[in-house]
C-alpha cells in the first residue's frame, strides 16, 4: 500500500507564511471609507494566497502532494457586514496562480468549513448560512480551477438530543444542496455524535465520499465497530471518483484524517505529534486491500508533525520510505 501524508493549512517550517490573516468585524467597522475598508480586505486575501503559494512551493520541495487550504483565506467573507461582497472577481489571477501550481505539479487539495456550517441543523437561518459557506468554499475551488476531486470536508453536524431525526434533517438538507456542492462533499465521522458506522451509512445513502477519522473513531465507537470491517465498504464510497485535475485522471485514493490524543485525560484534543505506533497497526490492517491512501496528519505541530513521522518509520520493519513525504506498507 502506498502511503501519501499531507498537512493542515499553517506551517511551523516556513516563518512568516500565514494563509490566514484577517482583519476584525470591529476594525473594518471602525474604518468610515466603506470602498477603502473592502479594498483592504481583498489586499489580505491576496496576501493570503500568495503565502499559500509560498506553502505549496515549500510542499513540493519536500514531496508534499495532500494539502488542506485555509478557510481563512478571504478574511470576513460571509460575515453580515459584508452582505453581498464577493471577492472573487478581484482576486482572479491569485486563485488561478494557485490552481495552476496545483495542478502543474499533481497536488491534492482541499478545504474544511468549520463547525458552524452544519446540515443537520433544525434551524432555518444556520442552515442558509450553512448553505451560502458551501457555495463559497466551492467557489474558491472554482475560481482555482480545480475539479471536483478537491474536496470540502464536513461533519454531519450535531443531534439537538434526537439523532435520527438530525440523521433525517441531514439528508434532506443534503437533497437540496446545488449539485456541483454535492459532487465535491466528503463526510467525516466525529469525536461526540456521529460515528464512523453512522456517518458511512450516510454517505451510502447521500452517495458521497467518506473520510475516516481514526482519532475520533477511538473516542467515539461502538464497541462492535471494528476497523477493519468497516474500511471496505468506506474504501467502497470512494469508487467511481477521479483525479479529475490531475494529468490522465488515475482513481482518486480514499483519505483519511490522523492524530494522536493530547493527553490521558484529554484524550478529543490533538497532540503536537503523531504517535506512529497505532497508525502503522491500522495501516497494516487495511495494507492488504487498499492500493493507495492519502493521510492528512491534523497534529498542532502540521509539517512538523509530518517529518517527525517519516524520520519515526524510518527502518520500520514492513515501511519502505519512498520519498520525504510517503511510504510504502507492506502486508
Request: neutral net charge.
Amino acid at each position: 500500500m502506498i502511503v501519501r501524508f499531507g498537512y493542515v493549512a499553517m506551517s511551523t517550517e516556513v516563518k512568516n507564511a500565514s494563509p490566514s490573516k484577517t482583519m476584525t468585524a470591529t476594525v473594518f467597522g471602525q474604518i468610515r471609507d466603506r470602498e477603502a475598508a473592502v479594498r483592504k480586505l481583498e489586499r489580505i486575501g491576496a496576501e493570503n494566497l500568495h503565502n499559500t503559494l509560498r506553502l505549496l512551493r515549500h510542499n513540493r520541495a519536500y514531496d508534499i502532494k495532500l494539502y488542506r487550504l485555509s478557510s481563512k483565506l478571504i478574511p470576513l467573507l460571509g460575515h453580515d457586514m459584508l452582505e453581498g461582497w464577493d471577492p472573487i472577481p478581484a482576486l482572479r489571477d491569485d486563485f488561478k496562480e494557485v490552481g495552476d501550481y496545483v495542478k502543474l505539479h499533481g497536488m491534492r487539495t482541499s478545504f474544511h468549513p468549520d463547525h458552524f456550517t452544519v446540515l443537520s441543523t433544525p434551524r432555518k437561518d444556520v442552515l442558509l448560512k450553512s448553505y451560502a459557506d458551501l457555495q463559497r468554499h466551492c467557489a474558491m475551488l472554482e475560481a482555482m480551477g480545480l475539479g471536483e476531486d478537491a474536496k470540502c470536508n464536513i461533519h454531519v453536524g450535531g443531534t439537538y438530543g434526537d439523532k435520527p431525526k438530525a440523521r433525517k434533517r441531514f439528508q434532506a438538507h443534503f437533497a437540496n444542496l446545488d449539485e456541483t456542492v454535492q459532487r465535491r462533499l466528503t463526510l467525516e465521522n466525529d469525536d461526540k455524535t456521529f460515528t464512523a458506522r453512522e456517518t458511512l451509512e450516510i454517505c451510502e445513502q447521500v452517495g458521497v465520499p467518506m473520510v475516516l477519522d481514526i482519532h475520533h473513531h477511538q473516542v467515539n465507537r461502538e464497541e462492535e465497530d471494528n476497523i477493519r470491517d468497516l474500511w471496505p465498504h468506506i474504501y467502497q464510497t470512494w469508487k467511481g471518483q477521479r483525479a479529475v485535475s490531475l494529468p490522465g485522471e488515475p482513481v482518486l485514493p480514499p483519505k483519511i484524517h490522523v492524530s494522536s490524543p493530547k493527553t490521558e485525560k484529554d484524550i478529543r484534543s490533538h497532540a503536537d505529534y503523531v504517535e506512529a505506533g497505532p497508525l502503522l497497526d491500522f495501516f497494516r490492517t487495511i495494507a492488504d486491500f487498499t492500493p493507495e491512501l492519502d493521510v492528512m496528519i491534523e497534529a498542532k505541530m502540521k509539517d512538523g508533525a509530518l517529518f517527525r513521522l517519516m524520520k519515526d518509520l524510518e527502518g520500520t520493519e514492513g515501511v519502505e520510505i519512498l520519498s520525504e513525504a510517503s511510504v510504502k506498507i507492506k502486508a
